[in-house]
Nanobody, 129 residues
Framework: QVQLVESGGGLVQAGGSLRLSCAAS????????MGWFRQAPGKEREFVAA?????????DYADSVKGRFTISRDNARNSMYLQMNSLKPEDTAVYFC?????????????????????WGQGTQVTVSS
């Protein structure tokens, strides 16, 4: 049974940093697409960052987080991370880890929710001004 468990959320002041973790179990995701989405109160869930392996690791980011967030993964730990720097109040949301076991022969990581099959329960990130 595949499970994704997020951790690392919390309350931080604007300008601060947080590192989210996503621990996967049940299958190895080292060369499969994975990503982070977020959902703020009253808003739809949106793409944040994604990673995919195709003859090398490739990453992609939403414009709103580019240059501030970094996605990475540790294959030995079957885990994915989101380093979030220079946080802003508008980054406040529940952050979800997601993955799929359908390999994608592309250097473009997946940005759509319907391209993923597994989701974590989410971790709350709150950025105070």
């Amino acid at each position: 049974q595949v499970q994704l468990v997020e951790s690392g959320g919390g309350l931080v002041q604007a300008g601060g940093s947080l590192r989210l973790s996503c621990a996967a179990s049940g299958r190895t995701f080292s060369r499969y697409p994975m990503g982070w989405f977020r959902q703020a109160p009253g808003k739809e869930r949106e793409f944040v960052a994604a990673i995919n392996w195709w003859f090398g690791e490739h990453t992609d980011y939403a414009d709103s987080v580019k240059g501030r967030f970094t996605i990475s993964r540790d294959n030995a730990r079957n885990s994915m991370y989101l380093q979030m720097n220079s946080l802003k109040p508008e980054d406040t949301a529940v952050y979800f880890c997601t993955a799929t076991l359908q390999a994608r022969p592309t250097t473009s990581p997946l940005r759509r929710m319907d391209e993923y099959d597994y989701w974590g329960q989410g971790t709350q990130v709150t950025v105070s001004s």
